[in-house]
């Protein structure tokens, strides 16, 4: 999971970028990188860290152009300390291609390969994104029949790519000298939105991001969601072409957006997700009542922030007292997408504290959103009896994490997960929870999809069945080795 955005403008875009990336934060924090085309030159700067803290004023002083794109990493292939693995990623041929890309590819062993053996290619990282871009490299360069580019070679390319690569992915690409091109993969498991404004002269700025609340923030009116295999060209003139180019797409997002990787405000694929949050909590209050007495529940409470809008729900229609009893320090990262569980395990006490005030003498309904690793619920289970609590239940708003996330989010190893294996009751006795509650997988679906009109959600991580229909046991078997390793 990360998060992209790119811009075709008017003016100079290095603030614009910038500012989409700040809203982009809660999708990745370990890196980030601006690249910005002032005609056909390029200008990069990439760095470890959060957005505030990568770029400088000399460095955005250097962002010069009116077209560019901008990334925020959360690693789930390549090393989290290495800056070299930061996107944007750069070739020089054909014209010149810088790329970013949310989502992960699973077969980066054959792609490794046939880059070497076939495309006669050299990659300088072990990221998928830069495989990424040297096949689109390699599809483009086989286009070409004179010296000029034109959107017919570039959207033939991409049927290509979607031909060789296997996965989830949102890309954004900035060709040197023709403009900026956008395409999902045939699925759609990664979003990608489509923004425009004009501006008072009659030119059309767009815009391709993550989340639709980066449109809305800069004044862009929202286009549409870019479809699953479909491409976006757009010229330095801010002309517009689209074609789709997968042989069979079908709409198929990732539900765990849903759950927690999405800011609340966003709307994606049509789907609000705020609103798909507090559906979840009405379910989950559902199957609450079918497990327990209510009456053995004197407070609902949610983990801040992205739990909040279920466990209100739950709270109102189990007619009990909502109350936050936990405060959260801002200043900390989502611990779920930190790098590596002892970094997670320490930043959950200063990320959170307990109000004894709120547990004293009381049975306590804590909801989250989900439960990956455990390590975080373990650690607010004991916070909450330190504070005082008499019964700590604890709900999650999606179902039991069992299988790995392959389509970019960072669950690679089932020994991890603390549901893999397990049923609810021993789940329970690992977190030292009085009572255990999950949501339902029909229900997670329902919760999301409703008055939507969209049948399929990317559910993996909960079912093991992976949309793509090519990842295999033998698969997830050598992603739990070269993770090991």
């Known amino acids: 999971m990360c998060g992209i955005v790119g811009i075709v403008s008017t003016e100079p875009v290095n603030q614009q970028i910038y500012d989409s990336l700040l809203l ?50 959360y690693t789930t ?30 077969n980066t062993r054959e792609l490794s390969g046939d880059l070497f053996r076939i495309d006669r290619r050299h990659v300088n990282s072990t990221s ?47 060709i040197a000298g023709y403009g900026l091109l956008a395409f999902r993969d045939p699925f759609g498991i990664r979003p990608l939105i489509l923004g425009k404004r004009t501006t008072e002269a009659g030119k059309d700025e767009w815009i391709v991001a993550s989340e639709s609340l980066v449109l809305e923030n800069g004044d862009y009116q929202v286009v549409r969601d870019v479809e ?17 180019c997968a042989t069979a797409p079908r709409l198929v997002p990732c ?15 049509g789907i609000s997700v705020y609103e798909a949050r507090l559906r979840m909590g009405d379910r989950l209050a559902t199957t609450i009542e079918t497990h327990m007495d209510q009456g053995d529940i004197d407070v609902v409470m949610p983990i801040p922030d992205s739990s909040r809008p279920a466990a209100m729900q739950v709270a109102q229609k189990l ?17 779920f997408i930190m790098p590596g569980q002892a970094q997670r395990k320490r930043s959950v006490r200063q990320k959170l504290n307990a109000m004894g005030t709120e547990f004293r003498g009381k049975n306590v309904l804590i909801v989250d959103d989900s439960i990956v690793r455990g390590t975080t619920s373990k650690e607010i289970v004991e916070m909450a009896r330190a504070a005082g609590a008499n019964k700590v239940t604890f709900t999650s708003a999606a179902p039991p994490v069992r299988y790995p996330h392959v389509y970019g989010i960072n669950m690679p190893s089932r020994a991890e997960l603390i549901a893999h294996g397990r049923r609810i009751p021993e789940i329970a006795r690992e977190l030292d929870a009085d009572n255990m509650i999950y949501q339902e997988v029909a229900d997670l679906q329902a919760a999301i999809t409703e008055g939507t009109g969209i049948g399929e959600l990317d559910l993996s991580c909960f079912t093991g069945e992976y949309v793509t229909g090519t990842v295999t046991p033998e698969y997830l078997d050598w992603v739990e080795r070269t993770q090991l390793s």
């Open 128 to 174: 998928d994104t830069e495989m990424l871009l040297n096949v689109l490299a390699t599809e483009l360069q086989g286009q070409i029949t004179g010296l000029e580019l034109d959107p017919d070679q570039v959207f033939r390319a991409v049927e290509l790519v979607h031909e060789r690569v296997e996965g989830s992915y949102a890309v954004i690409a900035m």
């Open 255 to 269: 539900s765990f957006e849903y759950v927690y990787l999405a800011r609340p405000d966003s709307v994606m694929n």
């Open 319 to 335: 007619g009990i007292e909502y109350r936050e009893g936990f405060y959260k320090n801002r200043y900390v990262g989502r611990t």
């Open 228 to 244: 699953p295999g479909e491409a976006i060209f757009i010229t330095l003139d801010g002309e517009m072409i689209s074609r789709q």
């Open 24 to 73: 982009l934060q809660h999708r990745g924090q370990d890196s980030t990188g601006i690249a910005t085309a002032d005609g056909s030159v390029f200008h990069m700067h990439k760095a470890r860290g959060q957005v505030r803290e990568a770029f400088r004023t000399r460095d955005m002083r250097s962002l010069l152009g009116t077209m560019g794109l901008g990334h925020v990493r």
């Open 77 to 106: 292939k390549g090393a989290a300390e290495r800056e070299e693995e930061a996107q944007p990623f750069y070739v020089n041929a054909p014209y010149g291609i810088i790329l970013v890309h949310n989502g992960n590819l699973t």
